[in-house]
């Protein structure tokens, strides 16, 4: 992952005054990433936009995979404290 361009992408973001941000969406990276990767993308946008908008911004989470296990276990991460909401694609195919 390259947080520095995340940073900068979440900053011009941020400063455009966005109302929410969808991370991992269904044309993302969200089949794809690892579980470690998935957290940690979560937590370091959540840490920023925290930082920069004093919690402001609603930031959502994608979920889904191509198992029903790990939809499950990334439903269960991006609903832990901090994150408002969470978005479930359709079963990919």
């Known amino acids: 992952m390259d947080y520095p361009a995340l940073d900068q992408l979440l900053q011009r973001l941020l400063n455009a005054g966005v109302e929410a941000l969808v991370l991992l969406g269904t044309t993302g990276e969200s089949p794809t990433v690892t579980p470690d990767e998935f957290s940690a993308i979560i937590e370091h946008t959540l ?3 925290q ?3 004093q919690g402001q ?5 994608g979920i889904g ?5 790990s ?3 990334q439903a269960r ?3 832990n404290p901090g994150r408002r909401r969470s978005a479930a694609g359709l ?3």
């Open 71 to 73: 939809s499950i276990a």
């Open 91 to 93: 079963p990919l195919l």
């Open 47 to 49: 840490a920023q936009v």
């Open 77 to 79: 991460t991006a609903g």
């Open 65 to 69: 995979t191509n198992d029903t296990r």
């Open 57 to 61: 911004v609603t930031v959502l989470a």
């Open 51 to 53: 930082a920069r908008s």
